[in-house]
């Protein structure tokens, strides 16, 4: 008699192997779905919690926003600093007035007065 490849068996010995088998298949198909779950859920955890993850990047993101409007901010002052340098170096009466008005000078023959106010 050919080997058919299929275990064949007469009585209650055959039927528990045929039982055995599936229940280890079964087991095993178990083991197999938990594995990849667990691992599905460790890749998920880790994009969205991990260093290189989505609230990681969310928070870069912020902080770069945040950067790029302080540098907003700083080009707009330095423009104005720049334009009052200008003005120092070149307008002779803004010159003037700021010597007259910071540090109390006075033109020849011009006379300087001083208030004092009444909660002084």
Do not use: C
């Not at 095993?28 to 859920?41: A, I, K, Q, R």
């Not at 990047?57 to 907003?72: F, I, K």
């Not at 334009?83 to 803004?94: E, G």
Request: net charge positive; no cysteine.
């Amino acid at each position: 008699m050919a080997y058919s490849g299929r275990v064949t068996g007469n009585g209650a010995g055959g039927n528990a192997l045929w039982r055995q088998i599936r229940a280890e298949k079964k087991r095993s198909g178990y083991v197999f779905w938990t594995v990849v779950l667990l691992s599905l859920l460790y890749l998920a955890g880790a994009l969205v919690f991990g260093d290189m993850g989505y609230l990681k990047l969310r928070t870069l993101r912020d902080r770069s926003h945040a950067l790029q409007a302080q540098v907003a901010s700083l080009k707009q002052k330095d423009a104005q600093l720049r334009a009052s340098m200008k003005d120092y170096r070149d307008d002779k009466f803004y010159q003037e007035k700021l010597a007259r008005e910071d540090l109390g000078l006075a033109k020849k023959n011009e006379y300087i007065f001083i208030f004092n106010s009444p909660d002084r």
